[in-house]
């Protein structure tokens, strides 16, 4: 009888870099779409969570009669706070359903208190944007030098944040024209320029400018070392509150601390006071973003959604 004898034939050297290049390239066409797929929920993630911001400011709206203050703080003679400093995100946590973490909070007493060491650390994800990956808490600091700050001057360590509130179109430490600054109790009617036209809270990229939801931190300064190896420094105020720099930017490293700024590739978040939520381009007009951050400016926008 005739014996069949089977052969094996095994991939060639060529023919298998040819499949390891196949390989290669579907994986290369595949890792942007997943990316994108990615940064497409976490941008959703954000835009929900100022939604919820929204709906928080509303339900303190109704119960208080007014928007939460930007910040409390008694003031020194020469005009500089002297605490405790609490912010607008402190003032929402009932609303927001973390009443367990307002509880903690002493808001009698400053912020960088013994007794609120552990609420001033805690993280609350509906203040944090999915797509910043920054520590969970950073340092405040009352002094900077040339270099960065002075380790002697650390004040407190604070939890990270990626949402600050409309102070305006002027400097921070003076008198907002928008709908939050230091004490301020700013109604639904004193927006004289309409709620749809009206930002009330917008994101900070920690890369550029770092932020809380505490509060502004009596004594401090918003400092940051940026990638020339300079010194920027803000108003302390600049932790949760945000400003439109007249004629400027936002968004990238030409910005200064204390505006806005997002890691989305397509631009940054704003949350308006008649709580829709629209993303607004880099490259905006400055002084179309300077008349959407005023409370009564009178001015004449339309703004996307």
């Not at 969570?49 to 910040?71: K, M, T, W």
């Not at 968004?251 to 308006?272: C, P, Q, R, Y």
């Not at 709580?275 to 951050?293: F, K, P, Q």
Request: charged share 15%; proline share 4%; with cysteine.
């Amino acid at each position: 009888m005739r014996q069949l004898t089977l052969c094996r034939r095994a991939f060639t050297l060529i023919e298998l870099l040819v499949v390891l290049g196949i390989v290669a390239l579907v994986l290369a066409l595949l890792l942007p779409a997943v990316q994108a797929a990615r940064e497409s929920a976490r941008r959703a993630g954000c835009a929900s969570n100022l939604r919820q911001i929204g709906v928080a400011l509303q339900l303190y709206d109704g119960a208080n009669r007014s928007f939460p203050s930007g910040y409390l703080s008694q003031t020194a003679s020469d005009g500089s706070d002297v605490g405790p400093g609490w912010g607008w995100g402190t003032l929402l946590l009932d609303c927001l359903e973390e009443n367990p973490l307002r509880g903690l909070v002493q808001v009698n007493l400053p912020i960088a208190a013994a007794v609120n060491s552990e609420s001033r650390l805690r993280q609350v994800s509906s203040y944090r944007c999915p797509s910043d990956a920054a520590d969970p808490a950073w340092s405040a600091f009352s002094a900077w030098g040339d270099v960065g700050p002075s380790p002697a001057s650390k004040i407190c360590d604070i939890a990270s944040a990626n949402y600050v509130a409309m102070f305006g179109n002027r400097e921070l430490g003076s008198l907002g024209t928008g709908m939050f600054f230091r004490n301020s109790h700013v109604r639904t009617r004193d927006i004289r320029d309409g709620t749809t036209t009206t930002i009330a809270i917008g994101e900070r990229s920690h890369s550029l400018g770092k932020s809380t939801w505490v509060g502004a931190v009596p004594g401090a300064m918003l400092g940051l070392v940026t990638v020339e190896g300079c010194v920027a420094i803000e108003d302390g105020s600049g932790m949760v509150l945000g400003h439109a720099k007249p004629g400027g930017r936002h968004g990238d490293s030409t910005n200064e601390l204390a505006m806005f700024s997002s890691e989305h590739t397509a631009g940054v978040h704003f949350l308006f006071a008649d709580n829709h939520v629209a993303m607004l381009s880099r490259e905006i007009d400055g002084n179309i973003l300077e008349s959407l951050s005023t409370r009564a400016g009178n001015e004449l926008v339309v703004v996307p959604r």
